[in-house]
């Protein structure tokens, strides 16, 4: 399904469609820069409180734009560590974005680190059996508007908290494309919207701070190897054999190992910095010696990052996360050889990872709710 809202959101403009658009309204070129300054700099959230431009401009822009597409409908923190925004879209569509704040010592939580983890999609079309996102299937793709809007989003509520913020750049460390959605699916608008991110007229994050994680789609990861902008990659392996990848994620029919592989490795080489391979751990599953052994070779070989993370589970599937024990041997397989390897453990984590429930039990209210 595609929506098409009734005027386009301001966030999904670059610098120079909205130039463009202005010019055509018969405006100045730095109109555009004024705009954009209001919207991420000042970031102010209605058209009014723009008071370099005239009353008429004004009222222009509020008939041809949507000045956010986005709207916060619930906020959910878990111990001051992770702050889900529940945000609905236009069509009453619903998606996640998470802030997970690492607490720092010696400063108050304000100060700590904070990673944003958006989404890209509503639902998601690539099946992989675990997954709380892909339950319901794909509803459709983000527009690069909505992408960009999660994060305008995340800094309404980041000033709420600290108001000295605002009039700096965006208030946070890093990005990960990790929320609802396989990314390289929705390919055009993330890109769009990333550059909208990383620009100097947009929010200022540099492409190094931005992690784009994917389910295995070859041909995506080659074109993204080829972008000017560096993003970081990280990719869902969750499976060390075609055989055990087979079986938890559908893509690696299309994709088997033997074409991801090369492909991680022509990104790697490329952009010159590791990759993330991310691996659940579900127990009975992947969370076996040789699977150790196996992903202890891959990462060998692509020289790559490992960020082993114990499954979450979700109501309705029937997966499970092994024991600290299981989890422990596993991570062990990897550390004894020296391959760079995390295995996630902080509290309030499990609540990113998880990305997609929230919105699932949303949606199921909603139900109940209408009858
Ligand atoms: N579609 C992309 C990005 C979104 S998913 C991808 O698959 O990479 C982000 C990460 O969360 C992926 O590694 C995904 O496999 C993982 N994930 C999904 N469901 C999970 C769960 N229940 N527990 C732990 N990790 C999960
Ligand atoms: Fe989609 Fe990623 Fe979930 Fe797989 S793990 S269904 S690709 S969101």
């Known amino acids: 399904m595609k929506f098409t809202p009734e005027k386009p959101p301001l966030t999904g403009e670059t610098l120079d469609t909205l130039t463009e658009k202005l010019r055509a309204g018969g405006e100045p070129a730095f109109r555009a820069q004024q705009i954009l300054a209001w919207l991420y700099k000042k970031r102010v959230r209605s058209w009014d409180e723009m008071?370099?431009?005239?009353?008429?401009?004004?009222?222009w822009l509020?008939?041809?734009?949507?000045?956010?597409?986005?709207?916060?409908?619930?906020?959910?923190?878990?111990?001051?560590?992770?702050?889900?925004?529940?945000?609905?879209l236009g069509d009453r569509s619903l998606i996640e974005t998470v802030i997970i704040r690492a607490p720092q010592e010696g400063v108050g939580v304000e100060h700590s680190r904070k990673t944003i983890c958006i989404s890209t999609q509503v639902g998601c079309a690539m099946g992989c059996v675990f997954c709380a996102s892909g339950l319901a299937g794909l509803k459709r793709d983000l527009s690069a508007g909505e992408?960009?809007?999660?994060?305008?989003?995340?800094?309404?509520?980041?000033?709420?908290r600290t108001p000295r913020a605002r009039m700096e750049l965006a208030?946070?460390?890093?990005?990960?494309?990790?929320?609802?959605?396989e990314p390289l699916a929705n390919y055009d608008a993330l890109l769009r919207a990333l550059t909208i991110v990383n620009a100097e007229w947009g929010l200022g994050v540099g492409a190094r701070r931005i992690t784009i994680s994917t389910s295995g789609l070859v041909p995506q990861i080659l074109k993204l190897a080829g972008e000017e902008l560096g993003f970081r990659l990280a990719v869902s392996l969750h499976g060390a054999t075609d055989e055990v990848r087979e079986k938890i994620m559908p893509v690696n029919r299309a994709f088997p190992l033997a074409r991801l592989l090369p492909a991680v490795r022509a990104f790697s080489e490329r952009h010159g910095r590791m990759v993330t391979l991310?691996?659940?751990?579900?127990?009975?599953v992947n969370d076996s010696l040789p699977q150790a052994?196996?992903?202890r070779d891959i990462a060998r070989d692509?020289?790559?990052?490992?960020?082993?993370?114990?499954y979450n589970t979700v109501a309705g599937l029937p997966w499970k996360r092994p024991s600290l024990t299981r989890q422990e041997r596993f991570a062990d397989v990897l550390r004894a050889a020296r391959i760079s390897v995390t295995l996630r453990r902080e509290k309030g984590h499990d609540i990113d990872a998880a990305c997609g429930q929230l919105r699932l039990k949303t949606e199921k209210d909603r139900v109940l709710a209408t009858g």
């Open 302 to 310: 692509l020289h790559a990052h490992v960020n082993l993370i114990p």
């Open 51 to 59: 008071t370099n431009l005239s009353k008429p401009l004004r009222t």
């Open 293 to 295: 052994e196996k992903l």
């Open 62 to 88: 509020a008939g041809a734009f949507d000045l956010m597409p986005a709207t916060l409908v619930l906020n959910q923190q878990s111990e001051d560590v992770t702050d889900k925004l529940l945000l609905e």
């Open 278 to 284: 991310e691996f659940i751990l579900i127990a009975e």
């Open 147 to 160: 992408i960009v809007a999660q994060l305008l989003q995340v800094c309404y509520r980041e000033d709420a």
């Open 171 to 181: 208030s946070f460390d890093n990005i990960v494309v990790m929320g609802m959605g």
